[in-house]
């Protein structure tokens, strides 16, 4: 067993300012010097970047059924292990989603801090207290936080009408330079937010008037011995392009490469690096090419060393904006069309609304792999699909798995870990 305090951000609904405490909660306990460990609950790569900022720690998701139970405990535990202070950020509602935030709080026991944003509202507040801690009885609830309040009259009429036997936490305020910025996929990256670590200071200093300044109670994590991980990649060298463009990587994944056997090495696309010489294979992950595709069409080394990889029938792995850059074209959201590399046959076009959202689960001869998929963008291509997903939950079809020469490609974000063979199976150039 490994003990560590811990704690739960969760709230009523999505844009309730979770991040925003959890990031300054992070940064509040870092600057007093304590080891702290954030995770994000679900498929997530913007989050994490702020968490990452305000922790000074790489962030991990938690979610039981894509990272599964026993990933989940391992992780928890190994932070447990270091830390001085285990923060989970949730998703959405407390109760949304199969499984939801809630179901992870309670396998583990971590008390959960309900996030609720009270503009427009008074004493609503307290009965939507109420019904977050009480709704489930197993719940290990800690208090509410409200968020976005507008006075200390407001705060005050809203502590009054907490019930008894709930923890009122405290309150901050509705300013604008402690929220964080959005945009399509939900928050802008950390790199790009020039005065983030000046927000994270003032949300920082926000958590320390508040009863969050202290720290939440000591969980006991059960210590899961980590499944033995075959060296399937030993002595490859696998190059992954990491920039503002292509940066939706889970930390797990390339932990998992790592341990495969391989040996990893950047590259930055945007910057028009090529890709390192010893490479064997190729991993161009998801991202935001559509903000830089003219940037990304105008570069010539980087695209030449792509297409020799390719032409010499070396493995590439891209998922979803990794696929869009290998494409013949991608049309930005004003209608500009740019020429990509024109390594896999097809066009992709932006559009303003979501195009699909929802976890995948993929049933390959190496067994099932899970993940997500969440895109702005619709593809033609004339390459027939090797595999096809389905939904985690419905069994409805899902993302389409591409095979074209030494190249797989999909928008779907796959997390590695849950099927390390597959994994190696792809980055080996072996079909699924």
């Known amino acids: 067993m490994h003990a560590c305090p811990a704690l739960f951000i969760s709230a009523p609904a999505s844009n309730q300012g979770k991040t925003t405490v959890t990031a300054g909660l992070a940064r509040y306990h870092t600057r ?8 994000k609950t679900g498929p997530d790569f913007l989050d994490p970047m702020i968490l990452e900022r305000a922790s000074g720690a790489p962030v991990y998701s938690l979610h039981l059924w894509m990272v599964g139970e ?29 499984p939801s935030s809630a179901d992870l709080a309670t396998t583990f026991s971590v008390p959960v801090l309900a996030v609720i944003g009270a503009h427009g509202m008074a004493q609503t507040f307290g009965a939507m207290a109420f019904g977050l801690a009480r709704y489930r009885p197993a719940l290990p609830f800690y208090g509410v936080l409200a968020n976005r309040v507008a006075s200390p009259r407001h705060a005050h009429m809203l502590g009054e009408a907490i019930p008894d036997g709930i923890r009122y936490c405290g309150h901050l305020a509705q300013i604008d330079d402690l929220a964080l910025p959005d945009r399509h996929l939900g928050l802008t990256q950390a790199a790009e937010i020039a005065d983030l670590d000046a927000r994270l200071d ?18 006991e994590f059960r210590r899961e011995a980590p499944e033995p991980v075959p060296s399937l990649l030993d002595g490859m060298h696998v190059a992954y392009a990491r ?15 790592r341990a495969l056997g391989a040996t990893l090495s950047p590259f930055s696309p945007l910057a028009d690096e090529p890709v390192p010489e010893r490479a064997d294979a190729l991993y161009l992950p998801g ?13 010539t080394i980087c695209a030449s060393t792509i297409r020799a990889h ?25 209608g500009t069309q740019h020429a990509m590399l024109g390594l896999m046959p097809g066009h992709a076009k932006m559009q303003k609304r979501l195009a699909r ?65 597959a994994a190696a199976a792809l980055f080996r150039g072996e079909s699924l």
């Open 310 to 334: 390719v032409e010499a029938s070396k493995p590439v792995v891209a998922e979803c904006g990794g696929m869009l850059y290998l494409l013949d074209s991608l049309t930005d959201i004003e």
């Open 357 to 421: 959202l929802a976890m995948q689960r993929i049933e390959s001869r190496h067994g099932t792999g899970t993940g997500h998929t969440f895109h702005y963008s619709t593809m033609t291509t004339d390459v027939p699909p090797a595999l096809t997903a389905t939904h985690a939950t419905t069994g409805a079809q899902g993302e389409v798995i591409y095979r074209h020469g030494s190249i797989t490609a999909t928008y779907m974000h796959t997390y590695w870990p849950a099927n390390a063979a």
């Open 32 to 39: 007093l010097g304590r080891r702290v460990r954030v995770f």
């Open 70 to 98: 026993r990933g989940c405990r391992a992780l928890l535990a190994e932070a447990a292990r270091e830390a001085d202070l285990i923060l989970i950020e949730g998703v959405m509602g407390l109760f949304d989603g199969t």
């Open 202 to 219: 003032r949300a920082a200093d926000a958590i320390g008037e508040t009863a969050l300044r202290d720290l939440p109670p000591v969980v």
């Open 287 to 299: 991202g935001y090419p559509e903000l830089h595709a003219a940037r990304l069409a105008a570069n």
């Open 243 to 257: 920039d503002a463009a292509f940066s939706f990587i889970y930390p797990a994944n390339l932990d998992l490469l």
